[in-house]
């Protein structure tokens, strides 16, 4: 399966939030659209990515202080990208050598979506369970052999 077929699935609805705002609207999108990433734009283009993780960092280095930092000083600049071509099995190696929960999708530097360790285990669940259901319904048809005499 491919990265394509995912996003296919999920929908192109992306949640994006420029650098130069801080923590606290971030945080506000994130809890209203149950999104646990944003992607950051600037000047029309992809700098940066904001997850649940890099939150909690500046929470505890900065105590209350947390909601005026700036997104940019906190980001994960320039993150590594996947492409829609890309096997499941390659994304998710990937997503774990790198310790990665969500991976921006990009096709001719256009962001086509973020792929989300979530997204992959649903897909992966998903085509396992149709898998499962043609073997049975195969085996539920498997012709009977002709008898013969001997």
């Excluded at 950051?40 to 929470?59: A, H, N, P, Q, Y």
């Excluded at 492409?83 to 310790?99: C, G, Y």
Aim: hydrophobic share 45%; charged share 25%.
């Amino acid at each position: 399966m491919q990265i394509r077929e995912i996003l296919a699935i999920k929908g192109t609805v992306l949640f994006t939030i420029s650098p130069d705002r801080k923590l606290a609207e971030a945080v506000a999108t994130m809890t209203e659209q149950d999104v646990g990433s944003l992607v950051c734009f600037s000047g029309g283009r992809m700098v940066g990515m904001l997850t649940f993780r890099e939150v909690l960092k500046v929470v505890h280095a900065h105590g209350a202080g947390w909601l005026d930092v700036a997104i940019a000083n906190v980001m994960i600049r320039d993150p590594a990208t996947g492409s829609p071509e890309m096997e499941v099995d390659d994304l998710r190696r990937m997503m774990v050598e790198q310790h990665m929960r969500y991976l921006p999708i990009m096709e001719a530097g256009t962001l086509l979506g973020v792929i989300s360790f979530h997204d992959v285990a649903k897909a992966v669940l998903e085509e396992q369970s149709f898998e499962n259901r043609m073997l049975k319904a195969y085996i539920r048809d498997w012709p009977e052999e002709e008898k013969t005499g001997a």
